[in-house]
């Protein structure tokens, strides 16, 4: 039986009849100290998974975990502090620790008096919105071919880098271009160069760390934008990049070698996305012409 007010005798039966028969969750919640839920409806334990003996007397900031955007938790902290309402999407975690996004809308309650007493909250489960929503997104900025992601995605990625620059928060962009890759087409056909690189892909992949970005930019061009790289790591990272691509690719019965230049660039501060990236070009064709499979820095700053 999903909790109820200890003092609703003033409100008709019918509307808490009504409130229970609700399919959104609808959670009330006391102004006072830490705002512990006085109320949820069927819906609500429905939503997720506890019962109201269960939560009565908590803070709803027990549905929350430590992937909870620490940003939508800080406007929810202002909106209740301010006796203000607020719409946000949140990700919350059901009893049996499955998490649901969680489309809450929270309104101030006032007494006659005008004095703020409590806080009520209306859920919605969408989900399947949210990830249909970043399918789309992800498909948007996914490069077909190869899976990485695309020059769309690297230039958002990029502006964010740039602007972040301005808080002291170094990186670096690296600009990769296969070397002599149309003699592979001419010799081959494209369809085995479309699988040389998606090979390329997995390989590059596989060197940079988790938070960096690695994009298929157009035909055999690759970029890396990689966060908090001073000039000595470059370096190793740069020959990772070179290595991981020694090893031939199997096309046809035939061991293909596949080779790479690769300019790097240490942005400086002022450089917009566009120049960073062009500079990032210029040194992947000065590492061609100083003979091909070989990378070159150029620190900006």
């Not at 003996?53 to 709803?60: A, D, Q, T, W």
């Amino acid at each position: 039986m999903p909790g109820m007010l200890k003092d609703h005798g003033h409100l008709p039966e019918v509307l808490m009849r009504a409130v229970n028969a609700a399919t959104n969750g609808i959670v009330i919640t006391s102004s006072e100290g830490d705002q512990p839920i006085v109320y949820c409806n069927s819906a609500f334990e429905q939503l997720t998974g506890y019962q109201s003996s269960e939560i009565l007397g908590r803070n709803c900031r027990f549905l929350q975990g430590e992937d909870t955007n620490p940003e939508t938790q800080a406007s929810l902290r202002h909106a209740l502090n301010a006796g203000e309402a607020i719409d946000v999407i949140i990700r919350n975690y059901r009893k049996d620790g499955t998490a649901f996004w969680n489309a809450l809308n929270l309104a101030p309650v006032q007494d006659v008096a005008g004095h703020l007493t409590h806080f009520v909250g209306i859920q919605t489960d969408v989900t399947q919105r949210v990830l249909l929503q970043r399918t789309l997104e992800n498909q948007v900025h996914t490069d077909d071919l190869t899976g990485l992601r695309n020059r769309s995605f690297l230039m958002q990625a990029l502006q964010a880098a740039v602007r972040d620059l301005g808080s002291g928060r170094l990186f670096a962009v690296g600009f990769a271009d296969l070397d002599d890759f149309k003699a592979v087409n001419d010799a081959f056909g494209h369809e085995a160069g479309d699988e040389v690189l998606r090979q390329v892909s997995i390989r590059l992949q596989q060197c940079i760390r988790k938070g960096d970005v690695l994009a298929r930019l157009a035909g055999d061009e690759f970029v890396v934008l990689v966060r908090a790289m001073e000039g000595c790591a470059l370096d190793s990272l740069a020959q990772r990049l070179l290595n991981a691509l020694e090893r031939p690719v199997r096309l046809q019965g035939v061991q293909v070698r596949v080779q790479a230049s690769l300019g790097f660039v240490l942005p400086a501060a002022g450089m917009d996305a566009e120049a960073v990236l062009a500079a990032a070009d210029r040194a992947m064709y000065d590492a061609k012409r100083a003979g091909k499979h070989t990378f070159v820095i150029r620190d900006c700053r």
